[in-house]
């Protein structure tokens, strides 16, 4: 370090970098004092892509450079905080600072899921660290928990609901009927939408927490290629309403589990929870990781996961302990060449599968008949008529289905949906046990 204040170049002035600026003004004391004065922060230099935007948080115009670059060669900072997002800039950034021996911070999901082999190799190459707490679930320190605190236990599950915008976005439809564009824009004014929402919505975002997660947990970079992603978008009203009639929610879920043969099983998915599960109390941008340890058993950790704040705060845990630490060894270091992880097809759960069908003699048995020559079964049935128009052509038919193979569902509906009656592909959600 240049001095005994560490010099910080900060890259994006957005939600997150002006948020950690802030609370470096109002409680830079206070963590120098908390840290026994070994982490004394000093925003040295601030980049962004635009000079002259109006901006809501204020800096003093002299730390402003809209070259990147500059806080890598700038002496007078030690540590550089990416938070700009986004894996091209933001990957040359991260990698020239490590080559410069500088401690990174970032709170870049997509960088290090995407690109984390090149990064975590040149970190260890360099003896740099990379520090990541903000990356996941925003002020929820899941990382050094996974790390650190558990550290004595095998992982065996992890469920989490980890985009904040997803789950803000389905409660806002559920609770208050709003559309889906509606709520998206709720959370975009909100702080809690990536720049581009497309990685929220299409369930991305939350697959890059997971496959960081899961990688911590595992010991083995997962290969972002591998995992099965499906997001928010398609979601619908009548499927949040029946789902609410049958006793469940919709919630964005990312699983990571152990399987007995050592296999891991990762995916992120919108699926049905039982309203009586304790993650189907999360609501809005709160996040929750429920967590199993073979030694600890269950545990919950809870708390924002988007937003200015939370994100800045785990921006600042991260600071700190790089300002305080010589060790270099932060950040992911795998201790497993490879893992095998569970094909999708041969992940099982149960079903819930919505048929909108022509309402017409023998529908019910046909569709039951094809399940049954695949030895799914059913476990209920679901088809409000309407009372003002009880004799409608049109029919939603939903079938809750026993546990089955993906792949076994999969081939049955191409079945199914060879049958005239239907007007529509069949809607499938998986029903979450945990
Ligand atoms: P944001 O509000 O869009 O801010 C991005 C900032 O980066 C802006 O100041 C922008 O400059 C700057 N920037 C973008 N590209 C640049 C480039 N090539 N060169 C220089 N500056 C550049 O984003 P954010 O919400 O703060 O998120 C930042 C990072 O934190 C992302 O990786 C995101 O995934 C992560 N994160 C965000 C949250 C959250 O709740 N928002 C939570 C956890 C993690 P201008 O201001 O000039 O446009
Ligand atoms: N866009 C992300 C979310 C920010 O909504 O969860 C936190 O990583």
Same mark, same amino acid.
């Given at each position: 370090?240049?001095?005994?204040?560490?010099?910080?170049?900060?890259?994006?002035?957005?939600?997150?970098?002006?948020?950690?600026?802030?609370?470096?003004?109002?409680?830079?004391?206070?963590?120098?004092?908390?840290?026994? &004065?070994?982490? !004394? $922060?000093?925003?040295? #230099?601030? =980049?962004?892509?635009?000079?002259?935007? /109006?901006? %809501?948080?204020? @800096?003093?115009?002299?730390?402003?450079?809209?070259?990147?670059?500059?806080?890598?060669?700038?002496?007078?900072?030690?540590?550089?905080?990416?938070?700009?997002?986004?894996?091209?800039?933001?990957?040359?950034?991260?990698?020239?600072?490590?080559?410069?021996?500088?401690?990174?911070?970032? &709170?870049?999901? !997509? $960088?290090?899921?995407? #690109?984390? =082999?090149?990064?975590?190799?040149?970190? /260890?190459? %360099?003896?740099? @660290?990379?520090?990541?707490?903000?990356?996941?679930?925003?002020?929820?320190?899941?990382?050094?928990?996974?790390?650190?605190?558990?550290?004595?236990?095998?992982?065996?599950?992890?469920?989490?609901?980890?985009?904040?915008?997803?789950?803000?976005?389905?409660?806002?439809?559920?609770?208050? &009927?709003?559309?889906?564009?509606?709520?998206?824009?709720? =959370?975009?004014?909100?702080?809690?939408?990536?720049?581009?929402?497309?990685?929220?919505?299409?369930?991305?975002?939350?697959?890059?927490?997971?496959?960081?997660?899961?990688?911590?947990?595992?010991?083995?970079?997962?290969?972002?290629?591998?995992?099965?992603?499906?997001?928010?978008?398609?979601?619908?009203?009548?499927?949040?309403?029946?789902?609410?009639?049958? &006793?469940?929610?919709?919630?964005?879920?990312?699983?990571?589990?152990?399987?007995?043969?050592?296999?891991?099983?990762?995916?992120?998915?919108?699926?049905?929870?039982?309203?009586?599960?304790?993650?189907?109390?999360?609501?809005?941008?709160?996040?929750?990781?429920?967590?199993?340890?073979?030694?600890?058993?269950?545990?919950?950790?809870?708390?924002?996961?988007?937003?200015?704040?939370?994100?800045?705060?785990?921006?600042?845990?991260?600071?700190?302990?790089?300002?305080?630490?010589?060790?270099?060894?932060?950040?992911?270091?795998?201790?497993?060449?490879?893992?095998?992880?569970?094909?999708?097809?041969?992940?099982?759960?149960?079903?819930?599968?919505?048929?909108?069908?022509?309402?017409?003699?023998?529908?019910?048995?046909?569709?039951?008949?094809?399940?049954?020559?695949?030895?799914?079964?059913?476990?209920?049935?679901?088809?409000?008529?309407?009372?003002?128009?009880?004799?409608?052509?049109?029919?939603?038919?939903?079938?809750?289905?026993?546990?089955?193979?993906?792949?076994?569902?999969?081939?049955?509906?191409?079945?199914?949906?060879?049958?005239?009656?239907?007007?529509?592909?069949?809607?499938?959600?998986?029903?979450?046990?945990?």
């Amino acid at each position: 370090m240049s001095s005994s204040i560490s010099g910080i170049g900060l890259a994006g002035f957005g939600t997150v970098g002006s948020g950690l600026w802030q609370i470096l003004q109002e409680h830079g004391g206070m963590i120098s004092d908390r840290s026994q &004065g070994s982490a !004394a $922060l000093e925003i040295r #230099r601030i =980049a962004v892509r635009d000079l002259a935007k /109006k901006r %809501e948080i204020e @800096a003093p115009a002299e730390l402003f450079t809209s070259d990147l670059m500059e806080l890598v060669n700038d002496p007078a900072v030690d540590i550089v905080v990416e938070l700009i997002g986004g894996t091209e800039a933001a990957f040359d950034l991260v990698a020239a600072a490590l080559r410069a021996g500088k401690p990174v911070v970032t &709170g870049n999901k !997509a $960088l290090l899921a995407e #690109r984390g =082999a090149e990064l975590f190799a040149l970190s /260890k190459q %360099e003896q740099t @660290a990379i520090h990541f707490e903000a990356a996941v679930a925003g002020g929820i320190p899941i990382i050094k928990a996974v790390q650190e605190s558990l550290i004595a236990n095998r992982i065996e599950t992890i469920a989490g609901i980890i985009n904040g915008t997803s789950n803000y976005i389905l409660q806002r439809m559920t609770e208050a &009927g709003l559309a889906y564009s509606e709520a998206l824009k709720e =959370a975009k004014d909100l702080g809690y939408a990536e720049a581009d929402e497309t990685l929220d919505v299409n369930g991305w975002d939350a697959a890059h927490k997971t496959i960081l997660l899961a990688s911590l947990a595992h010991g083995f970079l997962v290969n972002y290629k591998e995992v099965y992603v499906r997001g928010i978008e398609k979601v619908t009203p009548l499927d949040i309403k029946f789902a609410s009639d049958l &006793g469940y929610v919709v919630k964005l879920l990312s699983l990571v589990i152990e399987r007995d043969d050592g296999k891991i099983e990762i995916r992120t998915q919108p699926s049905f929870l039982s309203k009586t599960h304790i993650l189907a109390s999360v609501h809005g941008v709160f996040n929750a990781v429920a967590l199993k340890g073979d030694h600890l058993g269950d545990s919950l950790f809870y708390g924002r996961g988007a937003g200015q704040g939370p994100t800045a705060s785990s921006v600042v845990s991260d600071l700190v302990e790089a300002a305080r630490s010589d060790r270099s060894d932060r950040g992911f270091l795998p201790y497993r060449e490879s893992g095998s992880l569970v094909e999708i097809n041969d992940t099982v759960t149960s079903y819930y599968v919505r048929f909108s069908v022509t309402d017409q003699p023998g529908v019910i048995a046909n569709i039951a008949t094809i399940l049954a020559e695949h030895q799914i079964g059913i476990s209920g049935t679901h088809s409000p008529v309407d009372a003002n128009n009880p004799d409608a052509d049109f029919l939603e038919m939903v079938f809750l289905l026993h546990k089955c193979s993906f792949g076994r569902l999969k081939i049955a509906l191409t079945e199914v949906e060879k049958l005239d009656c239907l007007t529509a592909r069949p809607v499938v959600f998986r029903i979450e046990t945990l």
